[in-house]
């Protein structure tokens, strides 16, 4: 099974300041047919998980343009650009290349 | 609006049994791929199951493998998880979510419904 590693595991963040947590694969997420299986979620408190980033760098729809994705290969990383109060969660990054789907283990971003 | 409501949770012995359902709502159910997710409590989350739109694609994990049947009515937008010789480990919350539009991969989830496995 691939294994995401995300750093750190947590993160506190005062309101309007970037945020950024990295995700790490122990195998390319990039496939044959070019495109990189790499997602990012924020599951907030109490609440259930929601898709923010797909493919690397898609925002989903209705997702702010605060949070942004990039990376390549097997190092990837989510950015807040200004982190608000309804950003606070876990982030959890996913590979979708290969089944077993897995997740890594979360980030908790809490408000300073 | 998309609206996945499941049902079928709650207390059942080692061993037991129970059926999942997710009642899928504000989309073209049989266009898109479904999947199931379980989260136990206070822990991360799990890719438990996959399906095809057509219902003829199935997946799971090598955890549930044997013991889980994923299906679906697409002529009622209903998902199902037949969960059969539950364990302790299986308590979860276990959640139905949508796949993206275009591919198969995790989108749109639902509340979520606790499954406790306990005597």
């Known amino acids: 099974d691939i294994v995401m590693t995300q750093t750190p595991l947590s993160l506190s963040v005062a309101p309007g300041q970037p945020a950024s947590i990295s995700c790490k694969s122990s195998?390319?997420?990039?496939?044959?047919?070019?495109?990189?299986?790499m997602y990012w979620y924020l599951q907030r408190p109490g609440q259930s998980p929601v898709l923010l980033i797909y493919?690397?760098?898609s925002r989903f729809s209705g997702v702010p343009d605060r949070f942004s994705g990039s990376g390549s290969g097997t190092d990837f990383t989510l950015k807040i650009s200004r982190v608000e109060a309804e950003d606070i969660g876990v982030y959890y990054c996913?590979?979708?290349?290969?089944?077993?789907?897995?997740f890594g283990q979360g980030t908790k971003v809490e408000i300073k | 609006e998309v609206q996945l409501l499941e049902s079928g949770g709650g207390l059942v012995q080692p061993g037991g049994s129970l059926r999942l359902s997710c009642a899928a709502s504000?989309?073209?159910?049989?266009?898109?791929?479904m999947i199931w997710v379980r989260q136990a409590p206070g822990k991360g989350l799990e890719w438990v199951s996959s399906?095809?739109?057509?219902?003829?694609?199935?997946y799971y994990a090598d955890s549930v493998k044997g013991r889980v049947t994923i299906s679906r009515d697409n002529s009622k937008n209903m998902l199902f998880l037949q969960m059969n010789s539950l364990r302790a480990e299986d308590t979860a919350v276990y959640y139905c979510?949508?796949?993206?539009?275009?591919?198969?991969?995790?989108?749109?989830w639902g509340q979520g419904t606790l499954v406790t496995v306990s005597s």
């Open positions: 399906i095809g739109g057509g219902g003829r694609d199935t």
């Open positions: 195998q390319s997420l990039l496939h044959g047919d070019g495109k990189t299986y």
């Open positions: 493919e690397v760098s």
């Open positions: 979510v949508k796949a993206l539009p275009i591919g198969t991969r995790p989108a749109y």
């Open positions: 996913m590979q979708g290349i290969h089944l077993p789907w897995t």
């Open positions: 504000g989309f073209t159910f049989n266009n898109y791929a």
